[in-house]
Nanobody, 127 residues
Framework: QVRLVSSGGGSVQPGGSLTLSCEAS????????TGWFRQDPGKEREGVAA????????AYADSVKGRFDISYDSSTNTLNLQMNSLKSEDTGLYYC????????????????????WGQGVQVTVSG
């Protein structure tokens, strides 16, 4: 049984940092395309960051480039998202996702390519 369990959401003031984690079981993420998505109420899920763990290549939405960092810890089969210099517009419900096999990079931030999803974790930036 495949499970992606997310953690690390919370509330922070603008300019602050948070780290989200997504631990996988029943599914080896080491050769998967993995991603983080944000969803606001009434809106579609939006790709924030993605990573192909087999070679470490990453993709980011323009709105988070230079502030967010997606990484993979092979020892724990966990996907992480380090979020720095947070802004109010980063507020939302964040989901992790994974997909095999490989597909071209230009599609990595599209939600419809992913096979497996974690539960959402709330990130609130205000103050």
């Amino acid at each position: 049984q495949v499970r992606l369990v997310s953690s690390g959401g919370g509330s922070v003031q603008p300019g602050g940092s948070l780290t989200l984690s997504c631990e996988a079981s029943g599914y080896d993420l080491s050769r998967a395309i993995t991603g983080w998505f944000r969803q606001d109420p009434g809106k579609e899920r939006e790709g924030v960051a993605a990573r192909y763990n087999a070679n470490g290549r990453t993709a980011y939405a323009d709105s988070v480039k230079g502030r967010f960092d997606i990484s993979y810890d092979s020892s724990t089969n966990t996907l992480n998202l380090q979020m720095n210099s947070l802004k109010s517009e980063d507020t939302g419900l964040y989901y992790c996702a994974a997909k095999l096999p490989w597909i071209p990079e230009h599609r990595w931030l599209q939600s419809d390519i992913y096979n497996y999803w974690g539960q959402g974790v709330q990130v609130t930036v205000s103050g």
